[in-house]
């Protein structure tokens, strides 16, 4: 039998996926898989398991059971007391290198320049060169728009420039993936548009990404898969045509027709 | 000093015995420039020397301990973290004045215990507690230099000050948002590097007026050498500004005591206020691009 090629392995695999924080068990056995190329939107209400799921990709937050293969790559634990840790930290920082995360509150290194903020971790954990993650910094910062920026601090920007060099800072990784974490529900509303066509445009160029969203339509519009996560599991999933005009499941048109009534 | 000088001497003297003498300009400078030039008068500056050379000694060393204090009180080593988590409390709730009587004292009979057990007397009989007193044996006893007093003065201060700068410090470590290391190592940062490049630069902007404030209570804590029996620049103005007369020194004058405090009050103005112009200064460089109400520095 002939291996696989890499291409052919899932980006992003979980399988089986429980995570408690003390009494509360937030994730109930999550399966999820993002293949090259694909744009997987996860919607659900407040409290459901989508930040928790997001962060257990990259392992800031550690699934007690479950497995996760990132390129093939499984992570390996160990146990620890009743619980488990990763067992190999760089094989951690390795996959976290190959994961780029946008988070909600945009995250950006205060101290630092916007440029050195898309330059640092290119520096330290891809090892690039002075020149080089400055060179890429400058393309992935003018890719967002804000190349004009990258001598300024983060304070000095408005949200939605923040969230874009924080975007820029993902990108210039040139990770496998991308992790979204409801990218613009911290902006005022005249702010999202710009975030948003930045993500549309990365969509568009087939990279893999896995995005928590609040906006239904801008799930519609960029997704290849809309995944519905209710109390910790997976209640449907599909593509947006069909979990949008289509839904099954009675929990899904409640939330569905509460949102568009929002 | 300068050779004018017992000439000066002399007719100051006869000046000050006779009232219809006056005493010219040129006359005056001169006798300053002795008077200010006698052996005695070069020790009050040498003990300001050595006040500035143990505040330029106390500072690293209470860093460094200060440093391993907050870290430490992390380690994952509970005897480590229980001993450095005492280190960081114990400042805030015993006088400091009994630190200063008790810390070089402990470190003074532990030294003398050290050799007395160790090294030197190993063939005496007589017990180091003999049940009243400590006695070393001769070899082992701390001979009280001015040296040796220095070196304990700045590590007694350094344990002291360490403390202090331990609670500083642990306290703008915890200020730092959580996010902006979580950021750090959801991108691939190992722990080392998010403590270097992210945790620790983004730390002296809490820990600066922390650190503001201790160094001038460590320079108004100066005074209390004289609890680890240094003669410092408060002793020696009292003793220059008594009434000197003829009988008594070359170069007579009243009771200046108010001019010699004054000028140790201008000395410490001085030192004070300088020290708080390099604040301001690194403060406005660990604040660059900090705005205190903007959310980028981390979770709301
Ligand atoms: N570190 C934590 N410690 C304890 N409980 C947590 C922690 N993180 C999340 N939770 C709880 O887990 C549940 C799921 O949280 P999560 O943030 O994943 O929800 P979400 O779907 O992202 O919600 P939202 O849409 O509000 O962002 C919530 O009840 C939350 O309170
Ligand atoms: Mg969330």
Redesign the pocket.
């Known amino acids: 039998m002939i291996p696989p090629e890499p291409q052919d392995q899932p980006v992003i695999e979980l399988s089986d996926i429980h995570k408690s924080?003390?009494d509360?068990h937030?994730l109930k056995g999550v399966n999820l898989t993002a293949n090259k190329g694909d744009v997987v939107a996860m919607i659900?209400?407040?409290?459901?398991?989508?930040?928790?799921?997001l962060r257990c990709v990259n392992l800031l937050e550690v699934p007690e059971k479950g497995r996760i293969a990132i390129s093939g790559e499984d992570i390996t634990f160990k146990p620890k007391g009743n619980d488990r840790l990763p067992s190999n930290a760089a094989q951690v920082n390795r996959i976290r290198a190959n994961l780029s995360m946008v988070f909600q509150q945009f995250n950006l290194w205060a101290h630092l320049t916007i440029m050195d903020n898309v330059v640092l971790p290119q520096r330290r954990v891809l090892k690039r060169s002075k020149q080089e993650a400055r060179q890429r910094a400058t393309d992935t910062l003018r890719r967002v728009g804000i190349d004009d920026k990258a001598d300024a601090f983060p304070a000095q920007l408005s949200g939605g420039q923040q969230q874009r060099a924080a975007i820029a800072r993902a990108l210039a990784m040139d990770p496998a993936a991308l992790l979204f974490d409801?990218p613009t529900s911290a902006l005022d509303p005249e702010l999202e548009g710009e975030v948003l066509r930045v993500i549309k445009s990365l969509a568009d160029e087939d990279r893999t990404m896995l995005l928590?969203t609040?906006d239904m339509r801008f799930a519609r519009d960029v997704a290849d898969k809309v995944v519905f996560?209710h109390q910790g599991r997976i209640e449907e999933e599909g593509t947006p045509k069909e979990l949008f005009d289509n839904p099954k499941s009675e929990r899904l048109q409640q939330f569905l027709s509460a949102s568009v009534s929002r | 000093m300068f050779e004018y000088c017992p000439a000066i001497a002399e007719q100051v003297k006869i000046a000050l015995g006779d009232e219809s003498l006056s005493i010219s300009l040129q006359d005056r400078l001169q006798w300053f420039s002795c008077y200010f030039t006698t052996k005695k008068h070069l020790s009050i500056f040498r003990a300001a020397g050595v006040v500035m050379l143990i505040l330029a000694f106390t500072v690293p060393v209470s860093l460094l301990l200060g440093f391993m204090g907050a870290l430490g009180k992390a380690s994952r080593w509970p005897i480590i973290s229980q001993i450095c988590s005492i280190y960081v409390i114990m400042v805030r709730g015993i006088p400091d004045i009994i630190f200063f009587l008790f810390v070089p004292l402990t470190i003074e009979i532990g030294i003398e215990f050290f050799l007395h057990k160790a090294i030197y007397c190993r063939d005496v009989v007589e017990p180091f507690f003999n049940g009243i007193n400590l006695q070393p044996c001769p070899d082992a006893a701390i001979i009280p230099t001015q040296f040796n007093r220095i070196v304990l003065a700045i590590v007694a201060y350094g344990i002291v000050f360490g403390s202090f700068a331990a609670n500083i410090i642990d306290g703008a470590l915890k200020a730092v948002p959580f996010g902006q290391r979580e950021t750090g190592a959801a991108f691939g940062l190992t722990r080392f590097q998010v403590f270097r490049d992210i945790h620790m630069p983004q730390m002296w902007r809490f820990a600066l007026p922390g650190f503001s404030n201790l160094w001038l209570i460590l320079i108004k804590a100066t005074p209390l050498l004289f609890l680890l029996g240094i003669q410092d620049i408060i002793y020696y103005a009292d003793l220059l500004g008594k009434v000197a007369t003829r009988r008594y020194s070359t170069y007579p004058h009243g009771d200046w005591k108010l001019w010699y405090f004054l000028a140790l009050g201008v000395f410490y103005l001085l030192l004070t206020m300088g020290s708080q112009l390099v604040f301001s200064r690194l403060e406005r460089r660990f604040n660059q691009g900090m705005s205190i109400n903007n959310a980028s520095s981390g979770r709301v």
Do not use: D, P, R, Y
Request: a neutral charge; zero cysteines.
């Open positions: 924080f003390s509360l937030v659900g209400s407040s409290g459901s398991g989508k930040s928790t799921l409801e928590v609040h996560l």
